[in-house]
């Protein structure tokens, strides 16, 4: 009978001890799943809060690059001729080269790079930053405008034309069509 007492409270305190671990590893599993969540969840709203920051900057860099038409910024044949023009380009340029950083692929601050580059008359470099764009965004009727102009300034007439019915077919009410009678 002794035996069996010692027996029965040691099973007694190893089984609460059992219970004490498994309750703690319980904890730890429920703690690390939260941790989890909250780092997704916390992923999620830095992607929002980034891709904040990368419109604010690129708003910046339109307005110091000349606003364009209704807040679009556009590709301008004109190119800066004073001092005011060309600093202008420079602070939007960091703000571009600011928002790329945030987000290296970001389809409009790579179309943003590409007007820059072409008002700086870097239209090979443009080119490229307009492929890029599109290359992350290809339903977009400006970023296909823009190639399309760059192309038809590089004398790849066939290619241009491509961009902009493309560009028309996606929106058919912009005033692209013009362009196509170059």
Avoid: C, W
Avoid at 48 to 75: C, F, H, P, S, W
Avoid at 134 to 158: G, K, M, R, V
Wanted: hydrophobic fraction near 40%; avoid cysteine; aromatic fraction near 6%.
């Amino acid at each position: 009978p002794k035996f069996i007492k010692m027996t029965e409270t040691k099973n007694k305190k190893d089984i609460v001890a059992r219970l004490i671990a498994i309750a703690a590893i319980s904890v730890a599993v429920i703690t690390g799943i939260y941790q989890i969540s909250d780092y997704y969840s916390d992923k999620e709203n830095d992607v929002k809060l980034t891709n904040i920051e990368i419109n604010q900057l690129l708003n910046e860099a339109r307005d110091q690059m000349g606003g364009g038409i209704e807040g679009v910024l556009t590709i301008e044949l004109k190119k800066p001729t004073t001092n005011k023009e060309l600093r202008q380009l420079e602070i939007a340029r960091r703000k571009i080269e600011a928002a790329l950083i945030l987000n290296p692929e970001y389809p409009k601050a790579l179309n943003y790079l590409g007007i820059y580059l072409f008002k700086m008359d870097k239209l090979p470099e443009s080119k490229e930053a307009f492929g890029k764009a599109l290359e992350n965004d290809s339903q977009d009727p400006e970023i296909l405008s823009n190639l399309a102009l760059t192309l038809f300034i590089l004398d790849s007439i066939e290619d241009a034309i491509k961009y902009y019915k493309r560009a028309i077919e996606i929106e058919s009410t912009s005033p692209r069509h013009n362009n196509l009678g170059i």
